[in-house]
């Protein structure tokens, strides 16, 4: 009965979820799950040398991480390609439907799931990143 589950790759393949469901899209979309957590006063305490230092170990990090995340994605789809997982890659114009899609929804989110100025933010950047990929 299930013909749908929004999973990350990983997930899929530890629980066995591509043996219900052998379909895969490829959007490439997935939650941000970790964050450094410090308080304003504790921010506000370092010297401006040991906000940079904490800024630069965690760009390091998270280029450390995105890496190992992107590699155990694409270990864990082959492993589920090799039993059978059908990957789906949608062409431009179905992944502008998608795009579009997720930005009729972020009312929803805005102001409700995260905070506004947080959300509006993180647009901001999207739109700025996906405008460099475009040139």
Known sequence: MINAVPSTPYFALATQIYNSAPNMLDLNWA??????VITKKAWDDMTPEAQATVR????KAGTQIRA???QEVDEAVDAMKKRGL???????????EWNDLAERLY???RGKLVPAETFDEVVAHLKAYR???AK
Do not use: C, D, H, T
């Open 68 to 70: 190992k995340a992107r």
């Open 131 to 133: 405008a460099s990929k």
């Open 107 to 109: 009312p929803k989110v």
């Open 31 to 36: 939650p941000i799950v970790g964050a450094l």
């Open 86 to 96: 059908v990957v789906n890659k949608p062409n431009a114009e179905q992944m502008k």
């Open 56 to 59: 630069e170990a965690g760009a």
